[in-house]
């Protein structure tokens, strides 16, 4: 059995992501394990929300509520619009859970124990009057270098300046605004990856069928400058994994958690946890994908990310693991993307610029965006969305070519011979050579989906679609009906079987459309044509079905420029 482990870059809690995010980690990685579920593989396909750090309690005390209880309520959001999306994951898991908790926990002790974790003595802002010390994003103060009042401890936003808060002129707390602050010594643990670094080299080089974009990345960083640089991996926060060495109290760490780049790689792992407790499985079941000792040597594990998240998961997550001594699985193989902008600029969380998940949804089915955002999706360079792209492919290759097919074949028959694949006839030349094209482009289709070239697998299964539409048009069954009802018969009974086949190839990019399509062929029948002839025959003569509901409708003008303006500012 082909055992496939996927892992999605997992999106942090603090806000509904846009489809820049989406399409640059957890659509393309669903792509993935629907294709190889269809083609038989055992699939396990997790991603989790990324709940700890800074940003996540900022978030929660802008919303006014507990940090633990707006990360829960957005955790359902962001769950309930990925399954509405059709995100297909076997587990869409909490970094905040007990289980990360443990684990995150039990690879720091591990890591001590191993000589890899340092403690070092820093000089850390601390407020009297909140009792804490600040991280850098709870101070603000005077830029010095533009006289903007609420520059921010690492940053001022108005000169973009990267800033110390000790840089800052009068500097305040940004919970209580106190200026009773002073300068305190802390102690933090560091990721002693220097160590590491022949180690990561070694492997980095082993992995010569990886993308440039990933190897460049993470070469990058294990060798400019002073080389890779260890990294801290605590702070001074509430709102995190407590800094434990494995299940026993670390001693002068107290009060401290674990920095949120720490654990939530390791929520991969627990996530898998996640999965088997929820269903009452040992822990053999989620230890057979992550535990090379325990049946994961013949896993095969892909992670998908943008280009921002490679060095974190080139780097940092495996020197996490190798360092641990322990036989944990390493990453395979990483896909990584670069960005999607936005009608001319950036997609921006922040700035609420462009188009966000839950807003997609409200303006059209998921199918929709799917194929536009996989069938451009910023593989080799940056792509970009604009409204006359996405209408006019919409509108081409999923109302004119694939919808239309559906459409015509079954009114056509529903009208001539009834709802049933028709008998008569025979097969002849034409149908031998589209069996022979089809055979070719799915056979080049298949190559493309296991190799997760997004854009060419799109491409190629557009050209299947072209393939059965080219074939209508020519042999024009509701000509040839008139002289030779018979051959006519022969021809739809082609075309309807041509439908399922449609279905099954289309599924992994399209699942809604794909249901509907095999709904109405009244089959459940998801078997892969490795033989096309066969498949165009599975479907037996007398075999009844229902014409489907339109599957797509087309993008009008109106509702381009509607949209195009709704989504021209930022959002509220
Ligand atoms: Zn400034």
């Given at each position: 059995m082909n055992r496939i482990l996927i892992t999605s870059a997992i999106p942090y809690i603090n806000g509904i992501k846009h489809l820049g995010n989406l399409v640059g980690s957890q659509l393309p990685a669903d792509l993935f394990a629907r294709y190889n579920r269809a083609r038989g593989a055992e699939v396990m396909f997790i991603c989790a929300t990324d709940e700890h750090g800074t940003p996540a309690e900022l978030a929660a005390a802008k919303a006014g509520k507990p940090v633990a209880e707006f990360c829960a309520e957005m955790y359902d959001v962001q769950a309930d619009i990925a399954n509405r999306f059709g995100l297909s994951f076997d587990h869409f898991g909490r970094s905040s859970s007990p289980q990360n908790r443990k684990l995150t926990q039990h690879f720091a002790g591990r890591l001590k124990a191993e000589g890899y974790i340092e403690e070092v003595s820093e000089k850390q802002v601390y407020s009297n009057a909140d009792g804490r010390f600040l991280p850098d994003r709870y101070i603000e103060g005077t830029c010095p270098n533009c006289g903007y009042d609420s520059a921010r401890g690492?940053?001022?936003?108005?000169?973009?300046?990267q800033l110390d808060p000790t840089d800052l002129i009068e500097p305040r707390s940004a919970i209580s605004g106190s200026t009773d602050l002073e300068v305190r010594e802390t102690k933090h643990l560091y990721l002693r990856q220097s160590k590491l670094k022949d180690q990561l080299d070694a492997w980095i080089n082993s992995k010569t069928d990886w993308p440039v974009l990933t190897t460049s990345i993470a070469k990058k960083w294990l060798h400019d400058g002073d080389g890779l640089r260890d990294r801290g991996i605590t702070r001074d926060l509430e709102w995190g994994v407590p800094v434990k060495d494995g299940e026993t109290d670390w001693p002068g760490m107290e009060g401290k958690v674990f920095y949120v780049w720490f654990d939530a790689p390791i929520e991969y792992i627990a996530a898998t946890k996640e999965w088997a407790d929820a269903r009452g499985l040992d822990d053999?079941?989620?230890?057979?994908?992550?535990?090379?000792?325990?049946?994961?040597?013949?896993?095969?594990?892909?992670?998908?990310?943008?280009?921002?998240?490679?060095?974190?998961?080139?780097?940092?997550?495996?020197?996490?693991?190798?360092?641990?001594?322990?036989?944990?699985?390493?990453?395979?193989?990483?896909?990584?993307?670069?960005?999607?902008?936005y009608d001319g600029g950036q997609f921006s969380t922040s700035k609420g610029r462009g188009v966000f998940m839950d807003q997609a949804l409200d303006i059209l089915p998921a199918d929709y965006w799917r194929w536009w955002l996989l069938s451009h999706a910023p593989e080799t360079s940056d792509s970009e969305f604009t409204w006359e792209n996405f209408q006019a492919s919409v509108n081409k290759d999923l109302a004119d070519v694939l919808g239309n097919f559906v459409s015509r074949v079954t009114k056509f028959c529903n009208s001539k011979f009834g709802p049933a694949v028709p008998e008569g006839g025979a097969y002849g030349a034409r149908e031998e050579a589209l069996i022979a094209d089809l055979t070719t482009k799915i056979r080049a289709y298949e190559g493309h989906m296991a190799a997760m070239d997004v854009r060419k697998s799109s491409a190629e299964l557009r050209s299947i679609w072209v393939a059965g539409n080219e074939y209508l048009q020519e042999v024009a069954p509701w000509t040839t009906f008139k002289e030779n009802p018979d051959q006519a018969a022969a021809q739809i009974r082609l075309a309807l079987n041509l439908i399922r086949v449609y279905a099954v190839l289309s599924a992994p990019f399209?699942?809604?459309?794909?249901?509907?399509?095999?709904?109405?062929?009244?089959?459940?029948?998801?078997?892969?044509?490795?033989?096309?002839?066969?498949?165009?025959?599975?479907?037996?003569v007398g075999h009844e079905f229902t014409v489907p509901e339109v599957l797509f409708a087309k993008i009008t003008d109106d509702q381009r420029e509607e949209w195009a303006e709704k989504f021209s500012g930022v959002r509220d």
């Open positions: 690492d940053q001022c936003e108005n000169c973009t300046k053999s079941a989620w230890e057979s994908w992550w535990r090379t000792d325990k049946g994961a040597d013949d896993v095969r594990y892909v992670q998908f990310m943008g280009k921002d998240n490679v060095p974190f998961h080139t780097l940092s997550f495996p020197a996490t693991i190798m360092g641990s001594g322990e036989p944990w699985k390493l990453v395979d193989y990483i896909k990584s993307f670069n960005y999607l902008n399209i699942p809604t459309a794909s249901a509907q399509m095999l709904s109405g062929m009244n089959t459940l029948d998801m078997s892969w044509p490795d033989d096309v002839e066969a498949a165009l025959g599975a479907l037996p």
